[in-house]
């Protein structure tokens, strides 16, 4: 079965930087598309990030530019994203989430639970 | 960027009735367009995908359908498990946007 599971929220104060990370297991991770996904408290869904198979091809949303960096390391099968420069705005619940198997790869079909980032002072 | 704009904000129904949810896009997307179902503190769940297509493991009762600017997600006949929240999701252009949400109440 495949699953995903993220780590590496916390409470961090304004302007500060955190990692988050995303353990894949139950299917080839070198082989799909992943995405970063946030849900701030009682809001919906905000794609945030998405990195390529191969990690050649990135896109994020334009709040996050120049602040967090995808990436990811297919033999540990894990997925990465480095936030900094930290604003309250991106306090949120972030999932980790892949892309469909083939296209079209930007829809995602297998989720974590998510990990929790809460930016205060 | 690509607007999506979801109706009604919430759709108050009873098991066995027809939900009709309603996904309108700022700009013509083709039929790529994804709708997902989210229960409380739970992760998302991919349903439908391009517009019409089931993902995987998905009951019959669930069907998309729409192009260009109107989507819509019909669920046949609500079962109890079926009252959550339900976003679209377009991959039209980048940045990939999600709508505000619809959420299906007893």
């Known amino acids: 079965e495949a699953q995903l599971v993220e780590s590496g929220g916390g409470l961090v104060q304004p302007g500060g930087s955190l990692r988050l990370s995303c353990t894949a297991s139950?299917?080839?991770?070198?082989?799909?598309?992943m995405n970063w996904v946030r849900q701030a408290p009682g809001k919906g869904l905000e794609w945030v990030s998405s990195?390529?198979?191969?990690?050649?091809?990135?896109y994020y949303i334009d709040s996050v530019k120049g602040r967090f960096t995808i990436s990811r390391d297919n033999a540990k099968k894990s997925l990465y994203l480095q936030m900094s420069s930290l604003r309250a705005e991106d306090t949120a619940l972030y999932y980790c989430?892949?892309?469909?198997?083939?296209?079209?790869?930007?829809?995602?079909?297998?989720w974590g639970k998510g990990t929790t980032v809460t930016v205060s002072s | 960027e690509i607007v999506l704009t979801q109706s009604p904000a919430t759709l108050s129904l009873s098991p066995g009735e027809r939900a009709t949810l309603s996904c309108t896009a700022s700009?013509?997307?083709?039929?790529?367009v994804a709708w997902y179902q989210q229960k409380i503190g739970q992760a998302p769940r991919l349903l439908i995908f391009?517009?019409?297509n089931r993902a995987t493991g998905i009951p019959h009762r669930f069907s998309g359908s729409g192009s260009g600017t109107d989507f819509t997600l019909t669920i046949s006949s609500l079962e109890p498990e079926d009252f959550a929240v339900y976003y679209c999701?377009?991959?039209?252009?980048?940045?990939?946007?999600f709508g505000g949400g619809t959420k299906v109440e007893i």
């Open positions: 989430a892949r892309g469909l198997i083939r296209p079209p790869v930007e829809y995602m079909d297998v």
């Open positions: 139950g299917f080839i991770f070198s082989e799909y598309e």
């Open positions: 990195i390529s198979s191969h990690g050649k091809t990135i």
């Open positions: 700009q013509s997307i083709s039929s790529y």
């Open positions: 391009d517009a019409s």
């Open positions: 999701q377009q991959r039209g252009d980048w940045p990939l946007t």
